[in-house]
Structure formats: structure tokens, C-alpha cells
């Protein structure tokens, strides 16, 4: 059975439960990376010319199922009304009833019927968006019950949370049952960009990977192994394989534990691997007189690889240049730090240059993208995922909860 992607005309005039994942960074009350809440932008306006009644419902932190002021949504709604130009109202009862169009956040308990009533006497006009779903106990545990209250709102339900889709979850998986459930244009966006890597890739294929944990990513590479021609392995990935090969890594961040899972992928790709040929350390607190370049075998106990050398940096690139499809996740070094951005901005800058015209680039993964936008190579990227967890198992051939709920 095929996914229903929402067209235009599609839904009208009914009463829309739109699960967004808006699990964005919260700095003093407020958002402090909007990416993803812009991403769901085109679908509501698409929902909103059909006509319709828009609830939005997602998520902020790991509360489980506990109420906490800090993973509030309310600054997310406060940046949906700024962005709609809507009057902004914080309520847990009454809902205002006059001509301009406002964006309600609505904080009742919607497990209590007389809650359900009032939010379905809230005009079409305004936008709602839910407190925080995972305040209850229900939501992470998949339960029907509490699916069947989120249902209850709703004449139909449109998944647009690739981020969190790869979760079973009421608002993701057990609610499909209840209700005609349909993509939301970021939903789609991101299957067909990712099933372009998966099942239409060019050759040659790079595959660029980061970050410091090799176990979220291990089922990635081996998959895409298989049709990647060159692997690029950086930050604590790489650190990991000089463990393993015996070199002495000092401080650097490590997934220690793996190092069986470096040997397993080393001997499967081997011809495929590209490890830095040099990287840069300096002591624990970074001193600038500190700083060196030097080889992977040649680092000393009280230093700390903190980035790729100038000479990986060219071999990386070099592979890069010539490719057809180019996947990256994980930055290559602390980017947040100058001078150990280097090796990520300048990366970044190639991956960009050969996107949308020489290779279709895909990019994933919250720091990634952070990467990305500091190097100002958003608009050059053929795709730009919202979800690291749930791009790194779509690439990885794993079947995502929520994408297998709406088939």
C-alpha cells in the first residue's frame, strides 16, 4: 500500500490534526533555532486555503509524562504567531470569540472531555497549537487510549514530523488507526529526497560522515556502504578507528566501547575508508600555543584532536568535487570553536558548491545543520533533512514507525 500525500483541495473544510515536530533549542524562553518550525510553514498553508481547522500538536525534551515549565511549547507557539502575523493567546479554558484571526496555545488537559469541547469550539480562523504531548504518559508509550482522545479533536490527521517519525508513538503510529491519515509536504519531502539516495543514486557516491558516536550510525554506513565508492570518517568516528589500530589518542572524545565495530567496518570497506592523514590538537583547554598539526600516530598523551589537518581537508575535498551524490552527517571537528571550525566550514563550502547543479547533496543531523547555515550553504543543498535519528535509519533501510503507519 502507497503513503496519501496531501495535494491541494485535498482536505477541506474539516477540522486537521497536524503533528510537527518542533523539538527545537530553547534559549531564554526562546526559540533559538527556528529550521524546523519553518520547515512545517508550507503545509499549514496549504491546510489553511482548503478551509480548514488546524490543530498542531508535538513535542520538547524528554518530560516523561511529567509537566515541566522548561520543555513548554509556549515559546514555539509565541514564534508560530510572530511568523503568522497572529495575535498570540495563552489559555487552558476560554477561547476568544472575535473577528481577528488568533494563534491559541491551548494548555488543558485535552484528556478531559469538557477541554475536547472547548477546543472544538474554537473557530477555523485561528491556528491552535497543543501543549506539550509528551507531558503525557500515553504518548510515548503508544497508547490507544490517549490516540484516541488526540483523535477525537480531528476529522483527519496529517503527519508532518519526519524528525520523530521513526518513534512509535499516540501522535505518530497508534493514532492512524483512527482517523484518515495523510504525508504533510515536509513528510513527503523528505522520503522522496532520502529515497533518491537510497534508490536512484549516482555514481560516484561519497559518503561523509561525523560526530562523535559510531553505534547511531554503524546500520547507515553499512548500507549505504555497499553503494557509496568513497567513506570520509572524521571527529571521534576517526578517533575511534586510531584506537583500534593502536595509536595513542590522548583526550580525544571517543566511543570507546565500539572498537569492535571499527575493525567490523574496516574489514568490509576497507578500499572504501578515507581516514584523516592529519589532524589538529592542542592540550585540554585549547591554549593557542598549543596548537598543532600532526599525524594520527605521532599525537602525545596530554593532547586532544579537536579537527582534521589541511592536508585531509584537500583529499576530502578532492573526493567530494567529483561526485554524484554526497551524503553527510556528523561535523568533522569542533566547529563551535575557532580555529577548530575549519575543516566543517570549508567542507561544508564544497558540499554546497557542488550541490543542486554536479551531485544531489543530502545533510542530516542537528549540528550538521548548524554547520551548514554558519557557512551559508543552506539554499545550496539539494536537502536538508529535520531529522538526524530518522534520516540516519531511513538511509540505513530500517522502516520507520511513522512513515509504515500511514501506508
Request: proline share 4%; with cysteine.
Amino acid at each position: 500500500m502507497s503513503i496519501k500525500y496531501l495535494k491541494p483541495n485535498t482536505i477541506k473544510n474539516k477540522t486537521v490534526l497536524l503533528r510537527v515536530d518542533v523539538n527545537v533549542p530553547i534559549e531564554n524562553c526562546k526559540v533559538a533555532d527556528g529550521f524546523r518550525i519553518e520547515q512545517i510553514v508550507p503545509t499549514i498553508k496549504l491546510l489553511q486555503k482548503g478551509g480548514n481547522k488546524i490543530i498542531l500538536c508535538g513535542h520538547l525534551g524528554r518530560p516523561k509524562g511529567k509537566k515541566s515549565n522548561q520543555l513548554s511549547l509556549k515559546p514555539v507557539a509565541e514564534k508560530l504567531a510572530d511568523m503568522f502575523g497572529m495575535k498570540f493567546i495563552h489559555t487552558d479554558h476560554k477561547v476568544p470569540d472575535y473577528h481577528i484571526p488568533h494563534l491559541i496555545f491551548y494548555t488543558g488537559d485535552i484528556a478531559q472531555d469538557k477541554h475536547q469541547k472547548q477546543i472544538k469550539n474554537i473557530p477555523a480562523k485561528d491556528l491552535v497549537i497543543l501543549e506539550n504531548l509528551r507531558f503525557y504518559k500515553g504518548e510515548e508509550e503508544n497508547s490507544a487510549q490517549f490516540a484516541k482522545k488526540l483523535a477525537g479533536l480531528a476529522d483527519v490527521f496529517v503527519n508532518d514530523a519526519f524528525g520523530v517519525s521513526h518513534r512509535e508513538a499516540a501522535s505518530i503510529s497508534a493514532i492512524t488507526k483512527y482517523l484518515p491519515s495523510f504525508a504533510g509536504l515536509l513528510l513527503e519531502k523528505e522520503i522522496k529526497s532520502l529515497e533518491i539516495v537510497l534508490k536512484h543514486s549516482k555514481q560516484p557516491f561519497v559518503l561523509m560522515m561525523g560526530g562523535i558516536k559510531i553505534s547511531d550510525k554503524v546500520k547507515t554506513i553499512e548500507n549505504l556502504g555497499k553503494k557509496a565508492d568513497k567513506i570520509l570518517l572524521a571527529g571521534g568516528i576517526a578517533n575511534l578507528f586510531f584506537l583500534s589500530k593502536g595509536y595513542e589518542i590522548g583526550g580525544s572524545k571517543v566511543e570507546a566501547e565500539a572498537k569492535k565495530t571499527a575493525w567490523h567496518l574496516e574489514k568490509n570497506f576497507k578500499d572504501k575508508i578515507i581516514l584523516p592523514v592529519d589532524v589538529v590538537v592542542a592540550d585540554k583547554n585549547m591554549g593557542k600555543n598549543t596548537i598543532r598539526v600532526t599525524t594520527p600516530h605521532e599525537i602525545r598523551k596530554d593532547e586532544t584532536i579537536y579537527d582534521i589537518g589541511p592536508k585531509t581537508i584537500l583529499k576530502f575535498a578532492n573526493e567530494l568535487k567529483v561526485a554524484k551524490t554526497i551524503v553527510w552527517n556528523g561535523p568533522l571537528g569542533l566547529f563551535e570553536v575557532r580555529p577548530f571550525n575549519t575543516a566543517t566550514m570549508a567542507l561544508a563550502r564544497v558540499v554546497g558548491g557542488v550541490s543542486t547543479r554536479k551531485a544531489f547533496g543530502v545533510v542530516g543531523g542537528g549540528e550538521t545543520v548548524d554547520a551548514v547555515r554558519l557557512a551559508g550553504q543552506f539554499e545550496h543543498i539539494d536537502h536538508v533533512s529535520t531529522g538526524g535519528g530518522a534520516m540516519l535509519e531511513f538511509l540505513a533501510g530500517e522502516k520507520l514507525p511513522g512513515i509504515e503507519a500511514l501506508k
